[in-house]
């Protein structure tokens, strides 16, 4: 880890109990079943920056965000933030401490606010949490500060949820996670329930907000077009295992993983350059048998028997860290866009 590491996940696996009651297995012969949605994930994420993890649905990303955050115990691997690894048990006092530092803003700002609460009461909990302020009208300002910051008024604080427009929602989701001042923000797809215009405004505040505090941000988005906007560096992820880490910037301009490749394939051609769109093929694959060796084979234009049977690991090029047999073989030409 090294000194402006503020994140660090290593090895980080969650599988699933999905299996059907036990005597259902009993009568039908069937084991258990595990759905491995995170396999050993790992990842870095400095002071300041957004790290973005991008993929189609059920790839995993809002697992290891829960994990992250501390709302789900990892099966393995391990979580540190600031050098304080989150399953420590003899650290309890430092992690309370290292909980009002962590907050997490969710894609439906509805369904994540009280709907019997006012706004204001909303806003302030973190803040009584912590024991932030030492009284009720320190709270009150506090909480007027924090709904300005947002670009709401402080008189909104008197409204119940329900008062305000989708955009307006995840703005007093904002508010309440800055109000325990954190350093790092999980956002779980915090703009894709709104409509696209609004998209924009909210994803500005975040990143005026970002400058603002040096927050720094786990950005999960499917929507590539969004992040490309928002986070330095991207890790991709298909079927629980992140498949290219990359500097944005390289991913855009030199995409290695065929995963990475289709998805960008799929992006609008925003610059009018002519590129075709394509849609992304295939369907992902049921992670509760998923295929052997390379899990992306099926879909892969470039998947061979090696594909078909071995897992391919992480390598690294330049600033990309991939995992795929065939950007290993050098038989994978460079990208053109
Ligand atoms: N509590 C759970 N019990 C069983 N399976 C689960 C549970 N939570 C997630 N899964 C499974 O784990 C896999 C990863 O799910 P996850 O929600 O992390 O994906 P995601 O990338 O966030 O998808 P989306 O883009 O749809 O939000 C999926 O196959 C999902 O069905
Ligand atoms: S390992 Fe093989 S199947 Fe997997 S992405 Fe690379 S080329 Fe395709
Ligand atoms: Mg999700």
Redesign the pocket.
Known sequence: MDKSTLVSVSNLTRL?D?SKPLLNRVIEREGKKL?R?VDDVSFDIAEGETFALV??????????AKMVVGLLPPTEGHIRIDSLDLSDKSQRGKMREMRSQIQMIFQDPFASLNPRWRVEKIIAEPILAFNLEPDDNAIKRRVGDLLTLVGLDPSDGRKFPHEFSGGQRQRICIARALASKPKFIVCD?PTSALDVSVQAQILKLMRDLQDEFSLTFLFIS?DLSIVRHMATRIGV?YL?RLVEISKTKTLFRNPKHPYTRMLLDAVPDLEMSGRERKPVEGEIPN?INPPSGCTFHPRCPFADKRCRTEIPVLITLNDTSVVCHAVEEGRLKQSSS
Do not use: D, R
């Open positions: 699933f999905v759905l949605a993929g189609e649905s059920g790839s995993g990303k809002s697992t290891v797809e499917h992820m629980g992670p």
